[in-house]
């Protein structure tokens, strides 16, 4: 069975600095098939990123996503303060397996 | 609109089955191609995946949790139900409904998506 990894497990950055979380798999996962999801305190997931690299309806442009294989990547270019948050990582399809999460706080 | 709305009971005790409905709106589970699955979260913890019922009456459950699940739809009522038997307190968590849906990728392949839209969450307590 698939395991998913996240790294770091928190990263403290400023607001205007750039972020990038990690997400490994432990065997190869389709691209076709990783996610990316935000989650805020009190609050359910919201969709930011499918398919490994393309951005959700309305999702601005300073989220990307990028990997293949077992590795793959979410950068957040600058952070703005709502970008403050926990990031999950997905492997959907058949089955779903989501990371143990990376939050993201204020330094 | 999409939208997804999860109702049950706030506590359960330990041995006892839950049962979650999840109401939705602004689409139909007889649409060819969509979905609705269940996920939790323990307070504090990552997401868990439970499981899945598509269009077609087809169901998928996690490999850990499928002998205690039952998913299932009532595509009149705009409801799907989830039955989680002989519950624990390691059961508690936020239960969250959500859709994801079928569609044709770039190489002409019928592919599944991410969860698109969630429902807002219910408490689930289990404790005597």
């Known amino acids: 069975e698939i395991v998913l990894t996240q790294s770091p497990g928190t990263l403290s950055l400023s607001p205007g600095e750039r972020a990038t979380l990690s997400c490994r798999a432990s065997?190869?996962?389709?691209?076709?098939?990783l996610a990316w999801y935000q989650q805020k305190p009190g609050q359910a997931p919201r969709l930011l990123i499918y398919?490994?690299?393309s951005r959700a309806t309305g999702i601005p442009d300073r989220f990307s996503g990028s990997g293949s294989g077992t590795d793959f990547t979410l950068t957040i270019s600058r952070l703005e303060p709502e970008d403050f948050a926990v990031y999950y990582c997905?492997?959907?399809?058949?089955?779903?397996?989501f990371g143990p999460g990376t939050k993201v706080d204020i330094k | 609109q999409v939208t997804l709305r999860e109702s049950g009971p706030a506590l359960v005790k330990p041995t006892q089955t839950l049962t979650l409905t999840c109401t939705f709106s602004?689409?139909?589970?007889?649409?060819?191609?969509?979905?609705v699955s269940w996920i939790r979260q323990p307070p504090g913890k990552a997401l868990e995946w439970l499981a899945r019922?598509?269009?077609?009456?087809?169901?998928y459950y996690s490999t850990s949790l499928k002998t205690r699940l039952t998913i299932s739809k009532d595509t009149s009522k705009n409801q799907v139900v989830l039955t989680m038997t002989n519950m624990d307190p390691v059961d508690t968590a936020t239960y969250y409904c959500?859709?994801?849906?079928?569609?044709?990728?770039?190489?002409?392949?019928?592919?599944?998506?991410?969860?698109?839209?969630w429902g807002q969450g219910t408490m689930v307590t289990v404790s005597s």
């Open positions: 959500a859709r994801n849906r079928y569609y044709y990728d770039s190489s002409g392949y019928f592919v599944v998506s991410a969860f698109d839209i």
């Open positions: 602004g689409f139909s589970l007889s649409t060819s191609g969509m979905c």
């Open positions: 019922i598509d269009w077609d009456d087809d169901k």
């Open positions: 065997q190869s996962v389709s691209s076709s098939y």
């Open positions: 398919g490994a690299s």
């Open positions: 997905q492997q959907y399809g058949s089955s779903t397996l």
